[in-house]
């Protein structure tokens, strides 16, 4: 295929990914359509990773075990309101680019 058209391809998926609604059910996390938020986060020791979803859902990994914790959230500016899938809640708050979630210490990764 001509770069162009490889080009305007993957425009298109984006698009349709982005657009595309939560899963049935579940109301989009607000605030997290480019928020700044959205993203995976991790301890320093690399222990637990913590991905923020687009589409307000999150999934937490720990110790290699793949999702670990899954659940839903939602955002007013720099707080965050957790709310796992077997129904307990959580709180975190971003503070100078680092994620205090709980008892953890989560930083971007790069």
Not at 5 to 10: I, M, N, R, T
Not at 25 to 50: K, L, N, S
Not at 90 to 104: Q, S
Request: glycine fraction near 14%; charge should be negative; hydrophobic fraction near 30%.
């Amino acid at each position: 295929m001509k770069p162009n058209v490889l080009f305007a391809l993957s425009v298109l998926t984006m698009l349709t990914a982005a657009c595309s609604g939560p899963e049935p059910g579940r109301a989009p996390a607000r605030g997290t359509g480019g928020h700044p938020h959205v993203g995976m986060w991790v301890t320093a020791d690399g222990r637990i990773r913590q991905e923020l979803l687009p589409d307000g859902r999150y999934e937490e990994e720990r110790d290699g075990r793949e999702r670990a914790y899954t659940g839903r959230y939602t955002v007013t500016g720099d707080h965050i309101d957790y709310v796992d899938d077997t129904g307990f809640t959580a709180t975190g708050d971003v503070r100078g680019g680092v994620l205090y979630h709980e008892h953890l210490v989560l930083y971007r990764e790069r």
